[in-house]
């Protein structure tokens, strides 16, 4: 019987060792920024123009579709991996893609970057928790934007999609009564970003919408 005891105790021991020394795998959220080649995402883009140019505001609206491709990895000018995102652009299904730009991403181990239009964003820091907080703008020479996780490894459901795992970030929100400001995106893992909204809008007490521009890109197709 006391060799049984002491046999158990052994293997008691040797079980807590083996969970104690057993690693620990933390999900930094790398995957809802994936880079590998030819990933391709396709948007509809939605927008309104109010041009105050005109009395009174004139409203323009707007309907294309955006398609963008992970074509590339090179070295950028920081010595960091990069990633060319072609940029194509047609207004209905029936026509052909043209390809409008090329904007470049970076994925680090604590970051996920974008340079659109010659300016570099932060889009992203990992780990990914909900209410961390970081300046978009680190990496360029506009005024600090804080951006927060305001959700992480949550469900999301948008246009005929359902994801199990998405992560929101709020970059910008202001509303008073001059001024209606809102920018926000959303990305799904294995996707990237599913939903981009934006909002930038001056008012007049008394009368509305002065002038100013609202955007919405909705994810249609993904091809990993």
Not at 18 to 37: E, L, M, Q, S
Not at 145 to 158: K, R
Request: a negative charge; proline letters at 3%; charged letters at 25%.
């Amino acid at each position: 019987m006391k060799k049984l005891i002491l046999a158990t105790a052994a293997f008691c021991l040797l079980l807590a060792s083996c969970k104690k020394d057993d690693p620990v795998t933390i999900d930094a959220g790398y995957d809802y920024f994936p880079v590998n080649i030819g990933h391709t995402l396709i948007y509809d883009v939605d927008s309104i123009v109010y041009d105050d140019f005109f009395v009174p505001t004139k409203i323009d609206t707007f309907r294309f579709q955006i398609k963008e491709v992970v074509e590339s990895q090179f070295t950028d000018n920081t010595g960091k991996p990069a990633y060319r995102i072609e940029r194509f652009r047609r207004t209905s299904d029936t026509l052909s893609w043209s390809i409008v730009n090329v904007w470049v991403a970076a994925r680090t181990s604590t970051t996920a970057e974008r340079v659109e239009n010659n300016t570099r964003y932060l889009k992203l820091v990992f780990a990914a928790r909900e209410g961390r907080e970081w300046n978009g703008n680190t990496f360029n020479n506009m005024d600090e934007q804080l951006y927060e996780y305001t959700a992480v490894d949550a469900p999301y459901a948008i246009a005929g999609f359902s994801f199990d795992s998405t992560l929101t970030v709020l970059q910008n929100e202001e509303l008073n009564i001059v001024q209606d400001e809102f920018e926000q995106e959303v990305y799904a893992k294995h996707i990237g970003l599913v939903r981009k909204d934006f909002r930038n809008l001056e008012k007049q007490p008394g009368i509305g919408i002065k002038s100013g521009l609202i955007y919405n890109w909705t994810l249609r197709a993904y091809t990993n």
